[in-house]
């Protein structure tokens, strides 16, 4: 038969957003820093299975899903060794990204890591391990790039060489270097970070820095999707993409996004976010 019976491939797909599900297991005592925070802890299984399904069961599906960070709420004990020993909150977020249905690409949160006693190597091999995610990553899907960055690699989150008092985040040399890279292509690009670029920090090695890169590739980058705050922000394009950030599926099951890229016009759009002033 003739190549003609395919239906032709559609000019749009779409993908979802999500962030900081904070997701715990039978071992999580709390409590948190306000009486709110606490008592979202015993919600975030449900709130992450809810938007899971959610998101599985849209009438238009989505190719692929992007965490951007804050996966799980912290470690056991502070223990990688218990969390490779046991079904933990690792093993349960697994099984819930896995209702999605779709590949899950995910950024790194400070939440993930357990900095006071576990080097980032060995995190890094517990993901790598448990959910297939590299510290960071670029994905190529129909001629858009989707690029997830880890900002807890520079110098900032060094146990070592600690500055800034741990709260700003920074990429290090060696993924800043990738990233340039990466965008060396010109391929339309969205960027994923835990952090907003506020709380990042501009230059790290010579004249080398995150929010340089993104100046530099002004209408490629098409938007830089953040987690972190746990709140709803649209911080418009003064670093020369805009910045959004994605409430937090901790407090509400409904906080994820979905985007449409249309790959002829070479556009996209947020189908059903209406707390974000529209990209």
């Given amino acids: 038969g003739s190549r003609g019976d395919a239906p032709p491939e559609s000019s749009t797909f779409r993908f979802a957003v999500l962030g900081d599900t904070h997701i715990i297991d039978e071992w999580y005592t709390g409590p948190e820093n306000s009486p709110l925070d606490t008592e979202s802890m015993w919600h975030t299984y449900d709130r992450y299975v809810a938007a899971a399904d959610r998101i599985a069961a849209l009438r238009k599906p989505v ?78 899907h129909r001629g858009w790039k989707f690029i997830t960055l880890n900002c807890y690699l520079g110098q900032t989150h060094d146990p ?31 960027l994923f970070v835990h952090q907003m670029l506020q709380i990042i920090e501009t230059t790290e090695v010579r004249d080398l820095g995150l929010h340089a890169l993104i100046k530099r590739h002004e209408g490629q980058i098409r938007g830089v999707l953040a987690g972190h705050t746990h709140r709803w922000l649209a911080l418009g394009d003064d670093y020369g993409a805009p910045m959004q950030v994605i409430g937090a599926t901790r407090y509400d099951a409904d906080c994820f996004v979905v985007a449409e890229v249309d790959v002829a016009a070479g556009t996209h759009r947020f189908v059903n976010q209406q707390a974000w002033i529209p990209f």
């Fill in 63 to 140: 190719d692929f899903v992007v965490h951007v960070g804050d996966l799980i709420h912290d470690y056991v004990n502070a223990d990688l060794d218990f969390m490779w020993a046991n079904r933990t909150r690792m093993d349960i977020a697994v099984e819930i990204n896995a209702r999605m249905g779709v590949p899950l690409h995910c950024c790194f949160g400070n939440h993930d890591y357990e900095f006071s006693t576990t080097s980032r190597e060995a995190t890094h091999e517990f993901f790598r391990e448990k959910m297939g995610v590299p510290p960071y990553a670029a994905i190529e």
């Fill in 160 to 190: 070592v060489n600690p500055r800034g008092g741990a709260r700003n985040g920074s990429l290090g040399e060696e993924q800043l270097l990738w990233l340039e890279a990466q965008l060396a292509d010109g391929k339309p690009t969205f």
